[in-house]
């Protein structure tokens, strides 16, 4: 078993390292559910404040991940969240060879739209938009579910800012470049980030992290393919070089080459073999338990002969009350009559004794 936390969160494993710290898999041993849940070692006021931030970040969307709970022990902080099984759209990408078909990119790109949209609606600039932060559900090769995560350096626009003036929060190669000249966070830096995660997963080339970008040149791209032509309308919209110039989410979404792609998801021309697996799938030798964590079946005791079946009652789960047991009968032997012309020996030696006593009390009495 592993360390619990907080007496409630058994940590199973390690499954991502973000900029805030480390994401574990976690039994909550209370509820009884797996649970991804994200640990910080309070290093700083201002760290632990953007911890706190992330997890008031509560926008209930189909495509955002919603903190749950969060506990606290000594140094170190936890929040949890629900487990997204499928991975993320890196590890998607990788097992892909770099990119993804054009379908894929339209129905994520939508969808990661669609959350923006939901984010941005709160008053709040993600400002970590990446393929890491895009997580999935295990839908197999069904139409992808995404989830956007990790608001560890999201910001609302109306709060003070938690960076030093010449300090730039984001990942390079994924910001807008006003981001490296200190600009206030706004939504269009989001939708710049974005569409440089649909450039790379169209081309398979990570962007460079040397410094504030350069404009993007596309036009080395077109022409090899239609789907990837609309595509690449919709990128060039959304990485213009100037802020002013990009859509907002709604906006970009509503792009008639972005909706005639995600249209055609069952399109047999754009058919493909790809999958997202669930990647924490539970052992087929395994229950959960009401504390959450999963123990192993325990194996049927042998048949006893001729076929009588005698399997003990189940155990009650930790953590629950057994229901309350059968009133049992326990029959006392009955004594039993003494066989007729037998004295009990105990019955003379009585009356003897009493004899006794009344000759002495006799004595006194008279003497």
């Known amino acids: 078993m592993g360390e619990v936390f907080a007496g409630r969160y058994e940590l199973l494993d390690p499954i991502a390292t973000g900029g805030m710290g480390t994401v574990w898999r976690v039994h909550d041993r209370t ?3 797996v649970l991804a849940a994200k640990m910080l070692r309070q290093t700083d006021a201002a760290m ?13 969307h189909t495509h955002v991940v919603t903190p749950q709970s969060w506990a606290g022990v000594d140094d170190r902080v936890l929040f949890t969240m629900p487990l997204v099984r499928g991975g993320s759209v890196a590890g998607l990408m990788k097992r892909n060879g770099g990119t993804l078909p ?3 990119i339209a129905v994520l790109a939508d969808q990661t739209l669609q959350a923006l949209e939901a984010v941005h609606a709160a008053g709040i600039v993600h400002r970590d938009i990446k393929p890491g932060n895009l997580l999935l559900e295990p839908t197999g090769r069904q ?7 990790d608001f560890g350096i999201a910001v609302p626009s109306d709060e003070p800012r938690l960076t030093h003036v010449a300090m730039v929060i984001g990942t390079p190669g994924y910001m807008a470049p006003e981001q490296y000249a200190g600009a206030d966070p706004h939504p269009s830096s989001d939708i710049y980030a974005l569409g440089v995660v649909l450039l790379e997963m169209l081309a398979g080339q990570r962007p460079s992290s040397d410094g504030a970008p350069p404009p993007i040149d596309l036009s080395r791209l077109r022409g090899t393919d239609p789907a990837d032509d609309a595509l690449l309308d919709v990128i060039a919209l959304a990485t213009s070089y100037d802020a002013a110039d990009r859509p907002s989410a709604a906006d970009l979404r509503a792009h008639p080459a972005l909706q005639g792609l995600v249209a055609r998801w069952d ?13 924490y799938p539970v052992a087929a030798d395994e229950v959960p338990t009401a504390m959450g964590t999963p123990s192993p079946v325990p194996p049927l005791p042998p048949t006893p002969a001729h076929g009588t079946a005698a399997h003990p009652p189940p155990t009650p789960a930790l953590g629950t ?5 059968a009133a049992t009968r326990v029959d006392y032997p009955t004594p ?25 009390a006799l004595v006194l009495l008279l003497g």
């Not at 139409?143 to 995560?149: G, V």
């Not at 009350?321 to 047991?325: E, F, I, K, N, Q």
């Open 31 to 33: 509820a009884g559910d």
């Open 48 to 60: 632990l404040l953007r911890f706190v931030r992330e997890q008031s970040v509560r926008i209930d």
């Open 102 to 104: 054009a379908r894929w």
């Open 143 to 149: 139409r992808p579910h995404l989830r956007l995560t």
């Open 267 to 279: 399109d047999p021309a754009l058919a493909d073999d790809l999958d997202v697996p669930d990647e």
């Open 321 to 325: 009350l057994p229901p309350p047991a």
């Open 336 to 360: 039993q009559a003494h066989a007729r012309g037998r004295t009990p020996v105990d019955a003379l030696l009585l009356l003897g004794l009493g004899a006794v006593g009344l000759i002495v």
